[in-house]
């Protein structure tokens, strides 16, 4: 699918929403760092995964209030970028990575339209962010250590994102097996699905039969040993 929109830039509209924005970024932080001066120890035979997965459920927890204030697009635009992946808002071409950019203006503007989480650390509890999205047309898991079975399952049960997803790649992300990818079949307009360096996917053949059977007119392409 081609790139949608002008080439209007979306780094802030005025100081009142740039200081609104670096306020709850630093609310953010202060609460982060809050919970790490929390920490009285780390249990030696604990190594810095220990600290890092504790440090990303951080990062993915639901703030309800957060939501309810700013709207579910710019609450799951701050998640994610929070979390390190990358959106892009229907009308634009340009990717906003930096959480410090996000923009300003009206809440009801800037609609999430595709999102790239490479290398990103999001996993299934913050999914619960994307459940008002209503415009997500294209999503990239690469390199997701955190993405389960799981987490498509419960992607796959968002009835807006049902609708809305055109496009979908999965790419090394090592946790996923055939049951996630089975549960995908539920996207029902989705038209391509990019399945790459997936280690866990053991049986592309009956994958292959099932989409073509749920979703007749989907381009899948196989990348899968």
Not at 56 to 81: C, M, Q, Y
Request: aromatic content about 6%.
């Amino acid at each position: 699918m081609g790139e949608r929109g002008g080439g209007e830039n979306i780094e802030g509209e005025g100081p009142a929403r740039r200081r609104d924005a670096a306020l709850h970024h630093m609310m953010v932080l202060g609460k982060i760092s809050r919970q790490l001066c929390s920490l009285k120890k780390i249990p030696r035979s604990c190594d810095s995964r220990y600290f890092w997965e504790w440090l990303n459920t951080v990062f993915n927890k639901v703030d309800h209030e957060r939501i309810r204030d700013v709207g579910p697009d710019r609450a799951a635009s701050e998640w994610l970028l929070r979390c390190g992946a990358k959106v892009r808002y229907c009308g634009h071409q340009k990717w906003l990575a930096d959480y410090n950019n996000l923009p300003g203006g009206s809440v009801d503007r800037y609609k999430i339209q595709a999102i790239d989480a490479t290398d990103s650390c999001i996993m299934d509890i913050g999914l619960e962010h994307m459940e008002g999205l209503e415009h997500v047309e294209k999503i990239t898991l690469c390199k997701c250590h955190y993405i389960e079975d799981n987490c498509l399952q419960r992607l796959s049960q968002l009835e807006k994102l049902r609708k809305s997803l055109l496009e979908m790649e999965i790419i090394a992300c090592g946790n996923v097996t055939d049951n996630g990818i089975i549960a995908l079949r539920h996207f029902r307009n989705l038209r391509y699905l990019f399945l790459s360096d997936l280690p866990g996917v053991k049986d592309k053949d009956s994958l292959a039969q099932v989409f073509k059977t749920a979703l007749p007119a989907l381009e899948l392409k196989l990348n899968l040993k």
